[in-house]
């Protein structure tokens, strides 16, 4: 995939949208969350680092099991400011909240389904749908180091936004 110096172009912005829908209509089976907590004299910090949602679907009537995983999506809080909105764009919580807000506010995403995936240009800001009229909005930062956001399949495919608006699929090999 492409790569723009002035930005994510509108052909990068549609197959990054495209290339996502492996998670669409798929629901959060879990989220894990990493803060960072940061000491020093008479200072103590604690910041949110990362997101990981894991994404299950039902599986066919003939498995024993009944749902598969269907992908990951990861966010990296350090190169991406990050809010969970309703669709009218009340903010529900963003990345500088405290960390007890921060892990209330995302569990609310376990249980619902990813609706779709919309990618803006030029900068590359990314709104994650849910069912709830819930929208999970990642701004990615100029950086030259980093991804924004990630998304893995069980076959290995690898989709990023990252860094800074560069945009990247590797086909996995299994």
């Keep these: 995939m492409g790569h723009s110096r002035s930005g994510v172009n509108q052909s990068d912005s549609q197959r990054l949208i495209d290339l996502s829908k492996v998670i669409w209509e798929t629901t959060v089976s879990q989220v894990r969350v990493t803060i960072t907590s940061e000491f020093q004299k008479d200072y103590t910090s604690k910041s949110l680092d990362e997101i990981e949602m894991e994404f299950r679907v039902l599986a066919e009537p003939t498995y024993r099991v009944k749902t598969r995983h269907a992908g990951s999506l990861w966010i990296d809080a350090g190169f991406s400011a990050i809010r969970l909105e309703l669709e009218d764009n009340t903010i529900l919580g963003g990345d500088d909240d405290p960390p007890d807000a921060i892990v209330d ?35 990615p930062l100029m950086s030259k180091d980093g991804d924004a956001w990630r998304i893995d399949t069980p076959a290995g495919d690898v989709l990023k936004l990252g860094p800074g608006t560069r945009v990247s699929h590797r086909t996995g090999l299994r």
């Design 105 to 139: 506010w995302l569990s609310e995403l376990v249980g619902k389904k990813l609706l779709q995936i919309d990618v803006q240009t030029p900068a590359g800001d990314t709104s994650f749908y849910f069912e709830g009229n819930l929208a999970l909005k990642c701004f």
